[in-house]
């Protein structure tokens, strides 16, 4: 640990040398890089290693990762940044670098650490564990129990108990099931979410709406689609709007949509459709 900070205390003074940059000097350096020019992608760098730094304090405090190895994925992203960067962005460098610098100690984090995170004390009391089981299986052609576990590492039955209890094993959903294959885990995995009643109900409904909007006069139609936004628009057009689109006043379109309301509940209050 000491020699790691010695090194991480040595690595800040080399990078304190490489001045800051302004926006004007940012772009100046695009242009370059742009163009080819390596010396400029380099001094790009070389003035940003202390975001990386910044960056990496936060992912260290709360991950057990060396800051080193971290900084030294963050200097990944901080090239990547620098050679897709484009002055054309118009934005500081630095707010662009820092979700590629973030992306890639993000991605080191999560390569690193288990599916699901446990105790780093039971974590290496499980790898005991596998190792003695590996070893009592090879001398004596079984698996131990957990009373032989405990007697082989010295330990209390309870700690062993405890420890496999939060043992877990996990598969991808692409990984194939049988011997035979072809199936896959996520195949066999039963959809909750789809319901074939629900979806044919919700197709018919909306088969009898549009039925009974082709009954109503070409304004009423067109207010009504509008204002009740059937083409899901995400932004559903205002009195105003149409007003304009229609060649009337506000108010007319108001008194349209009206009308073709009450025209549509006429309609379905009826046991025969009105005829338009």
């Not at 959903?173 to 885990?185: K, P």
């Not at 628009?233 to 349209?256: F, N, Y």
Request: aromatic letters at 8%.
């Amino acid at each position: 640990m000491n020699d790691e900070m010695e090194l991480y205390k040595t690595y800040l003074r080399g990078i304190q040398q490489y001045e800051l940059l302004t926006s004007e000097q940012e772009e100046e350096l695009s242009k370059k890089i742009e163009a080819g020019d390596k010396k400029a992608l380099k001094r790009l760098v070389n003035s940003n290693l202390r975001l990386v730094v910044s960056i990496s304090k936060k992912f260290s405090a709360s991950h057990k990762f060396s800051i080193m190895d971290l900084i030294q994925e963050g200097n990944l992203g901080l090239m990547s940044a620098a050679q897709k960067y484009h002055y054309s962005f118009n934005t500081r460098f630095s707010t662009y670098a820092y979700t590629w610098i973030f992306q890639y100690m993000l991605r080191f984090v999560h390569n690193k650490t288990s599916m699901i995170e446990i105790p780093h004390r039971k974590e290496e009391l499980l790898r005991q564990i596998s190792s003695a089981q590996a070893i009592f299986s090879q001398d004596n052609g079984r698996d131990a129990s957990a009373a032989e576990l405990a007697e082989f590492l010295e330990i209390d039955e309870r700690e062993i108990a405890d420890a496999l209890a939060c043992s877990y094993s996990y598969s991808s959903l692409d990984a194939e099931c049988g011997d035979e294959g072809g199936e896959t885990v996520g195949e066999l995995i039963p959809d909750r979410t789809y319901n074939p009643e629900d979806i044919y109900l919700k197709l018919e409904a909306r088969g009898d709406v549009a039925d009974l909007l082709k009954l109503l006069p070409e304004k009423e139609r067109i207010v009504i689609f509008n204002r009740y936004n059937f083409a899901r628009k995400q932004h559903i057009a205002t009195l105003r709007e149409l007003s304009e689109s229609l060649g009337v006043s506000t108010e007319t379109v108001r008194q349209i949509e009206m009308r073709a309301v009450k025209h549509l509940q006429k309609v379905c209050a009826m046991s025969e459709p009105l005829v338009v």
